[in-house]
Every structure is written in C-alpha cells, then in structure tokens.
T-cell receptor, first 113, second 111 residues
Framework: NAGVTQTPKFQVLKTGQSMTLQCAQD?????MYWYRQDPGMGLRLIYYSASEGTTDKGEVPNGYNVSRLNKREFSLRLESAAPSQTSVYFCASSERDTPSEQFFGPGTRLTVL | QKEVEQDPGPLSVPEGAIVSLNCTYS??????FMWYRQYSRKGPELLMY????GNKEDGRFTAQVDKSSKYISLFIRDSQPSDSATYLCAMSGPGRRALTFGSGTRLQVQP
C-alpha cells in the first residue's frame, strides 16, 4: 500500500497563476483533509471532506477550492495564487471523521513569486 | 491566544537521555490527544493516540494526559539520533471535525 500520495512534490508559481494539487489514498478511508504548514504556525486545516460527496471549510479556506472526486481522491485548487500561499501543503486521510487517527502524505512545497 | 501551545525548541539532548516533550491547551472539551513525529521534509506520522486522561506506553514512548491541568506530555526513553525530528501534538473533542495542532518542538539527539 502506498498510503497517501501527493503530486507534485514541488511547484513554483507566479502571482495570479492557478494550479491543482492532487491527493490520493489507497486505505479505503472515508475522510480526507488538506492542511498547510508554515513556520511557527503548525498545521492549519484548509478544507476537509468527511465522506465522499461532502466538503467543508476549515480554519483557512480563503483562496482555495476543493473537489472530492471519488472516495480515493481529494484535490486542492488555487485559482489565483498569491505570495501568502507559499507554504507546504499536506493531504491526510482517516478512516472516519475526527477523532480518528489521520495519516499524512509527503507534502507539496509551493512557492508563489 | 492559541488553543494549543508548544515550545518550538530546539531541544538538544545526548544519546540515551530521557526526553520530555509537552503541550498545554485551553479547550477543556478536548478528549483525544495525539503525538506526531515529522522528519525534515516529510509528512507527519502518528506516534501515539490517547483518549481522555492517563498514560499510554509503546516501546520507548510514553504519552501522558493530565486533563485537570490541560497538559500533555510525550516521554522518550533511551533517546537515539534517529529520534531527531519535530514532534507535533494534536488534539480534538466532540463536535470537532478536525485536529488542532501545536506548532511542534524540534528535537536533536546528539550521538
């Protein structure tokens, strides 16, 4: 099992460009999450999907959209990237809603110039 | 004020030392407590998961929760250079859809 996979691993964007971060899990988990990690800020939840077909905003949703494509895949889209979105993005999944343990992917390092 | 506070470190100890990592929190509704380990440029991996108060032991790792003091700890016995990483506490409670993370403590174990 690969667990949680994310693509791409690295990305550099110019301000105003758009991109989609991809996430997939092969653990048959129901819930999936997108976090961003910034120095001194810990992990902050952007969006989550408690189950296939549902998505909800987290702590820092502005500037992002998500799609739960199917049970396996959960994508994060930046429509018009801003330098403030420079961060490391992690996708996670859990068998069910919190407080079930979450399993994380390796992350995507995004720089917006 | 953050809901979860964690000293960022770095904490530097010699190999074989006992390490104590701590988090304090303000939300008395938190009932589920986790510790994650994150190596440089990697995703967090779950180390320990505890519910409510008490201790849980797994090999060299012991997690403690003191809900009366709103304080959780992770102890690492016989620390190894391979334990060098950032340790994140995370917690949640009823009605919460997500985990609330501390900012992480960077640990360095010197050989």
């Amino acid at each position: 099992n690969a667990g949680v996979t994310q693509t791409p691993k690295f990305q550099v964007l110019k301000t105003g460009q758009s991109m989609t971060l991809q996430c997939a899990q092969d653990m048959n988990h129901n819930s999936m999450y997108w976090y961003r990690q910034d120095p001194g800020m810990g992990l902050r939840l952007i969006y989550y999907s408690a189950s296939e077909g549902t998505t909800d905003k987290g702590e820092v949703p502005n500037g992002y959209n998500v799609s739960r494509l199917n049970k396996r895949e959960f994508s994060l889209r930046l429509e018009s990237a801003a330098p403030s979105q420079t961060s490391v993005y992690f996708c996670a999944s859990s068998e069910r809603d919190t407080p079930s343990e979450q399993f994380f992917g390796p992350g995507t390092r995004l720089t917006v110039l | 004020q953050k809901e979860v506070e964690q000293d960022p470190g770095p904490l530097s100890v010699p190999e074989g030392a006992i390490v104590s990592l701590n988090c304090t929190y303000s939300n008395s509704a938190f009932q589920y407590f986790m510790w994650y380990r994150q190596y440089s440029r990697k995703g967090p991996e779950l180390l320990m998961y505890t519910y409510s108060s008490g201790n849980k032991e797994d090999g060299r790792f012991t997690a403690q929760v003191d809900k009366s003091s709103k304080y959780i700890s992770l102890f690492i016995r016989d620390s190894q250079p391979s334990d060098s990483a950032t340790y994140l506490c995370a917690m949640s409670g009823p009605g919460r859809r997500a985990l609330t993370f501390g900012s992480g403590t960077r640990l360095q174990v010197q050989p």
